[in-house]
């Protein structure tokens, strides 16, 4: 929690993805008091590499609590915009394109394209616009194909 400004600059200006575990659902339990005395630290660290630079995705620690049951996901999108400072496009992106890159998967995954798997999100609202429509799911598909 106490990390070097200089070594967060080198991890960002490295290429190392950073796995960002943000997000809990609203009204969840708070997280292990000694990581809650910890937050506002782990926040700064992430917010000061994305400024420098990161490359980072959202992960979530899913189903480790209450707080963080397995489809907490798209309250960490809405942590990397209102804490880490992305805009809501750059919080899409890095859960889609940046995310399948990073394990490999960029030519399949994380986009809608000629070739790609056809996995779609849809929901109400805009979420370029308000992030927080991102937990407003009306229709899943994966492999173009409705599985919700």
């Known amino acids: 929690m106490d990390a070097d400004p200089a070594l967060l600059d080198r991890i960002a200006a490295s290429g190392v993805v950073v796995s960002v575990t943000a997000g809990s659902i609203p009204g969840g339990s708070p997280p292990h008091p000694a990581i809650a005395r910890r937050m506002a630290a782990i926040v700064a660290n992430h917010g000061r590499m ?78 370029v616009a308000d992030i927080g429509s991102v937990t407003n799911v009306q229709a899943v598909f994966r492999a173009g194909l409705r599985a919700r």
């Open 50 to 127: 994305f400024r420098a630079g990161a490359t980072m995705v959202p992960g979530t620690d899913a189903g480790v609590s209450p707080g963080k049951p397995h489809d907490v996901l798209p309250y960490a999108l809405r942590a990397l915009v209102e804490q880490i400072g992305m805009t809501p496009r750059q919080a899409l992106r890095a859960a889609t394109t940046i995310a399948a890159s990073a394990i490999g998967l960029g030519e399949s995954k994380g986009r809608i394209a000629a070739g790609a798997d056809a996995d779609v999100l849809v929901v109400r609202g805009d979420p």
